[in-house]
Structures are given as C-alpha cells and as structure tokens.
C-alpha cells in the first residue's frame, strides 16, 4: 500500500493523478502521517522537504524497517527520495512519481545516483565490510577499479581463454568482491556474495531425527569448504518426500525439498550406485542422483551417518546471451535497453571497431574480446562458449544484429543450455531512411550485394524479382574495392522496369563522423561515390522527390472510407 500524505489543494489534486494511476494507494491528512508511516509499505509526502524532515524525525528506525518517503514539492516539480532509499523503496518510488507527474526524480543514494550496483541489494547473501568496498567502488569511479582483461580473437585464436583466478591470491588488489560458495578469508576490505549454487541430495531410513540429517549435511558442508548460505536446495526420492526427518531439516535451513520419481534417479550416472538402495525403492542411488538430477557436477560424494546419506552437488551457472544492436552509430540512436546490455555483462564480443564505440559504457571488470572482419563465425563460437559455461555475454553488432549482423550465425551454435537475449537496434537502412523522407514508406526489400557467402546468381535473381515486384530496394554492403561491377549489374536491372528518373539515393556514414546523403535519379546515381560503408535505396514507379525529399507513398487518400 502506497500512502499519499497532503496538506494543500494543490497537493491533493497531485495525489489524484496518483491514486487513478495505482489502485493500492490510501489518502492521508498531514496530520496522520504518523498513521501512513505505520499502515504502508511506501509514503508519498506532498510537502516542503523541512516540514517532511521534521514531521518523520520522531518516526525514523531502523532504515531496513522504516517505508520509503519521496517528497513532493508544492508544484509537482520535483520527486525527491528521503528515506529508504533502496531497502524502503523510496528511489524506485521516485522515478515511479516522477513518470506519473511529468516530475523530475531526484535520488541521491550513491550507488543509484553513480550508476554502481549497490552489493546489499543483489537478492543473494553478502558477507563482509560491505561499506568500506561500496565506498572503494564509489571513490575508484570513473576508471579505479582494475578494467577486465581484453583479448583479440584470430580465426585461429586457441580455447579456452585465459581464466578468471578460482581463488584469492596472495596479494589481491583490495577491494575484493568474490562471488563464491566456498568458506574464503580474503584480505579486507572485501565482500563475498554466496550464489545459490549448492543443492545437497539425501537419502534416509524410515523415522530418522532431523538433528541428524541436519548435522551430517552441516558436516559435509564444512569439511568440503562450502559455505551453506550458497545451499539452494534439498533433494531426495518421492518415497521420502513425507520423511519428517527431512522436511524439518529443510525448514530449519530455509531451502525448498524437492523431490524427484525414482525411475528419474535410476536413470542418473553416480559414481557409488548400491544394489541395496535400488531393491529398497527402486534407484541404486538417493542422495547422489538427487543431487544431480538437474544437472551440475558432483562436488562430494554421498556421506553417511547412521540413518541418512548425503551428497553435494554444484549447479552449473546458467549464461546469458544479449545479441546487441548497437545502431547506426549515434549514441542517441542506441536504445536504452542495449545500453543497459551492454553495462550488465561480463563479457562483451564484438568487431573491434564497434567494441570501440562503447568502451565508455563498460563497467569496470568487464573482459572484452574483439576481432577484425572475417571473423564472424569466430566471434559468434566464442560469444555461445562463453555462455554455455555460465557467464554474461554481449555480442554486439552495428544497427540491428539480426540485419546482416551476429544474431543469425550465433543462434546457429546456440543450444537451450543458456539464456537468449535479443536486443533490436535502428538499422542501417531506416537510419538512412529517416535522413532522405520516407523512402520505404509503402513495400520494400534489403538485399546484399556481397557474394562472399551468396552466390551472384541467387543475388542477381533476388534483385530481379524485387524489380518485378515494383519494391523500393534498399542495398546493403553495394560496393567495395574487390567488389565493384555488382551495383551496377543491379542498377541495370533495376532500370530494366524503371524509368531513369526514378528517385535513387545514397547514404554513406549515416549519424557518424563525415556523413553524406546524396539524392539522386537511378540514372544520375554516382557508382563511384559508394562505398561498403554506403546504403544505396533505389525507389519504386510510385516513389517521387517532393522539395528535395525522397517519398514514395502509401495511398492513403485512395483507400475508400469505411463502411
């Protein structure tokens, strides 16, 4: 419930809008802002900040108890996050107001107002000085902290890159933030953040006490240097998922009990199967194939106390795949979402000279892997390696990666061992578009003139059905120095169906350094002026120039009404 504190009209007609935005929001007067702080999850204050400041300091606890406060100032102008910050939500309510409002958010949380993930707010259990790293974080911005490591990858480039250290070194660079489930002492100051990684598998007779399944599993963790805040789960056989042993041993750790059929453990490999365990219910092993049964690697075999066994194992990451349109090149025509891509991974694979776009964005620690041309197929390997084994991975490419670009060959080695992402971007051609009219403004095609991985025969029949077709073509890749009779082969067909002043035009560099836009007639058009960093569109018998702009219509006026 969201309260929304007023005191003047102007106040109460802002809270109006917010109350037919949200439906779980209750009105207070100012003089129960006591009784709002008490009742809701989060408070809206349309006051002064002085007055809220005064009104809440005789309220204020314990900041991961207290609701977060945003004030509102008596113009709507401002959103301002006052307290609870990230554990109240304050900062996340200001943006929300701000959006209703047409007002400006104003957080000045750190780690929110720097862009900097704040470690007590990852959803997973973090240990250590928690205020000295984030401040080392804050203190190292821009540049500080150590950049990740960067590889140029080759077509012959060997695998597996260079890893990442398993464990602290001697001498680390402090501040040190691990993310592990093993028992670790790093040098301070540092954090650990426990993953949900481990899932312990049991197995026990009928009747055993769960102080017993509770101490072996506590034994097994420790003498295997396993951290048990990193234990996702419990696992066994359905037989024993009403074993009182078990499922108080699973409450009293806070973890899920799963259960799996036994005919599903008979079928998973373990290294001790026992003929006893399969005649009793029917799968030669418990604990190590529950252990198992969803995958990852046996990090300790089945142990065993009077009346239960149990087994370890580690779950193997599951890795995501962001395959990132970068755009034409205009760092506002880049979409906030592949920025937001391009910021979260931890891997990022790319052509060099697009990698070198966005070096800016990179978080400080992101390993960065580049190639030049010809290695696509390399690149697009590397990025579905990187994350079959677990990590992060933005593959990036200019406009949209699925135009021409690293989305098709990628998800062409891509399995369903990890997560895809696709992240549309502006292309080359509605880049080129938007700079000339409205060229592709009624039915168009693009088509590559680069017979590097198509034969001519199959592009020059293309080119002849759009023609046919009476479709605007957009060209890509339309000519390079090894590649110089294929436009005008393709112009040729084109004019064989269109007249010489159809409108034609050429963008080279659209929103980069050096940009040029040329608009023409298919007759006029300057072959020798393109260049394979050129799109050249050609129009249909319907495109027209009108006031030095490339048009060609949709008809509107000529659709009849309807009925």
């Given at each position: ?211 017993e399944v509770l101490a072996l599993i506590r034994d097994t963790l420790a003498e295997a240097g396993l951290s048990p805040r990193s234990v996702v789960r419990l696992a066994t056989a359905d037989v024993k998922a009403d074993e009182a042993g078990i499922v108080a041993a699973a409450r009293v750790l806070g973890v899920p009990l799963v259960t799996h059929p036994a005919e599903r453990l008979a079928g998973v490999e373990v290294p001790h199967p026992s003929e006893v365990v399969r005649r009793a219910v029917g799968t030669p092993s418990v604990a190590e194939a529950a252990a198992l049964a969803d995958g ?160 001519w025969e199959a592009i020059e029949r293309r080119v002849r059905a759009a023609a046919d077709a009476d479709l605007v073509v957009a060209f890509y890749n339309p000519r390079s120095r090894g590649r110089d009779w294929q436009l005008p082969r393709a112009l040729e067909i084109l004019g064989e169906r269109r007249g010489p002043d159809t409108p034609a035009a050429v963008v080279t560099d659209a929103s980069r350094p050096g940009e040029s836009v040329a608009l023409t007639t298919l007759d006029g058009l300057d072959v020798s002026a393109v260049t394979m960093r050129s799109l050249v569109i050609v129009g ?24």
């Amino acid at each position: 419930m969201i309260g929304l504190v007023t005191a003047t009209r102007a106040g109460r007609t802002a809270a109006g809008l917010l109350e037919r935005a949200w439906p779980q929001t209750r009105w207070y007067p100012v003089a129960d802002l006591a009784r709002a702080w008490r009742e809701c999850d989060r408070v809206v204050c349309f006051l002064a900040v002085g007055a809220a400041v005064r009104l809440l300091a005789p309220l204020l606890g314990d900041k991961h108890d207290d609701p977060g406060v945003v004030c509102v100032d008596e113009a709507g102008r401002f959103a301002v996050a006052l307290t609870g910050g990230h554990d109240g939500g304050a900062n996340r309510l200001a943006h929300e107001v701000a959006s209703v409002l047409g007002a400006t958010p104003v957080v000045t949380t750190a780690t929110d107002a720097t862009g900097t993930g704040a470690l007590d707010t990852l959803g997973l259990p973090v240990e250590g000085d928690i205020a000295a790293v984030t401040r080392a974080m804050l203190d190292s911005l821009p540049g500080g902290l150590p950049d990740g490591e960067e590889v140029t990858l080759t077509a012959d480039a060997t695998w597996p890159l260079p890893p990442l250290p398993a464990t602290p070194s001697a001498t680390p660079r402090p501040p040190c933030v691990w993310v592990t489930d093993r028992v670790v002492d790093p040098p301070r100051p540092a954090v650990v953040v426990r993953p949900p990684s481990l899932v312990v598998g049991v197995g026990a007779s009928r009747g055993v006490a769960a102080d017993e399944v509770l101490a072996l599993i506590r034994d097994t963790l420790a003498e295997a240097g396993l951290s048990p805040r990193s234990v996702v789960r419990l696992a066994t056989a359905d037989v024993k998922a009403d074993e009182a042993g078990i499922v108080a041993a699973a409450r009293v750790l806070g973890v899920p009990l799963v259960t799996h059929p036994a005919e599903r453990l008979a079928g998973v490999e373990v290294p001790h199967p026992s003929e006893v365990v399969r005649r009793a219910v029917g799968t030669p092993s418990v604990a190590e194939a529950a252990a198992l049964a969803d995958g990852g690697d046996l990090v300790v075999p089945k142990r065993r106390s009077a009346m239960a066994t149990a087994a370890i194992a580690r779950l193997r990451p599951r890795g995501r795949l962001a395959i990132v349109g970068l755009g034409p090149g205009a760092r506002d025509l880049m979409t906030p979402r592949a920025v937001a891509e391009v910021r979260r991974c931890g891997y990022l694979v790319g052509l060099d000279q697009y990698v070198d776009q966005i070096r800016d964005l990179l978080r400080p620690g992101t390993r960065v892997i580049t190639s030049g041309l010809g290695a696509e197929e390399e690149r697009a390997r590397t990025a579905v390696r990187l994350a079959r084994e677990g990590h992060a991975v933005a593959l990036v490419g200019s406009g949209d990666a699925g135009v021409y670009a690293m989305a098709a060959p990628a998800l062409e080695f891509a399995d369903d061992t990890f997560d895809v992402v696709g992240v549309p971007g502006v292309t080359a051609m509605l880049a080129a578009g938007a700079l000339l009219g409205a060229p592709l403004g009624h039915d168009h095609c693009a088509i590559s003139l680069s017979d590097l991985h198509t034969p001519w025969e199959a592009i020059e029949r293309r080119v002849r059905a759009a023609a046919d077709a009476d479709l605007v073509v957009a060209f890509y890749n339309p000519r390079s120095r090894g590649r110089d009779w294929q436009l005008p082969r393709a112009l040729e067909i084109l004019g064989e169906r269109r007249g010489p002043d159809t409108p034609a035009a050429v963008v080279t560099d659209a929103s980069r350094p050096g940009e040029s836009v040329a608009l023409t007639t298919l007759d006029g058009l300057d072959v020798s002026a393109v260049t394979m960093r050129s799109l050249v569109i050609v129009g249909a018998t319907s495109s027209r120039a009108v006031a030095g702009r490339f048009v060609t219509p949709r008809g509107y006026a000529w659709q009849p009404s309807p009925t």
